[in-house]
């Protein structure tokens, strides 16, 4: 890429909201994962036998396994989230400003 369209690109106001996009929805994903993620870690440290309460009389299974699987499921969630913003909005917005450089 030559110097001309390296500023041609860069001063695209589609660019800018292209990165501003992807810069808003990667931290607010990332906040939501690492409140869940630590929340889950906190809860941990200092209430584990809240993490160990069986979720019914009787029950071997405790309440940190439906968490814990809800804590991957929240990673997947996020991760399609992301992924069909990117395919989709992200994409085109790349697409537009790839045409409006040539």
């Known amino acids: 890429m030559n110097e001309d369209v390296l500023k041609k690109v ?12 992807k810069t808003s929805l990667g931290w607010k994903l990332s906040i939501i994962m ?27 299974i405790t309440l940190g396994i439906p968490v814990g699987i809800f804590i991957i499921l929240a990673a997947f969630a996020l991760t399609g989230v ?3 913003k990117a ?13 409006e450089s040539r």
């Open 87 to 99: 395919n989709s909005e992200f994409d085109q917005l790349n697409q537009q400003i790839i045409e």
């Open 82 to 84: 992301y992924v069909r």
């Open 34 to 60: 690492l409140v869940v993620y630590y929340g889950f870690i906190l809860t941990l440290a200092f209430s584990p036998k809240t993490l160990g309460t069986p979720l019914f009389q009787g029950s071997a």
């Open 10 to 21: 860069q001063s695209n106001p589609k660019f800018i909201e292209l990165v501003h996009k």
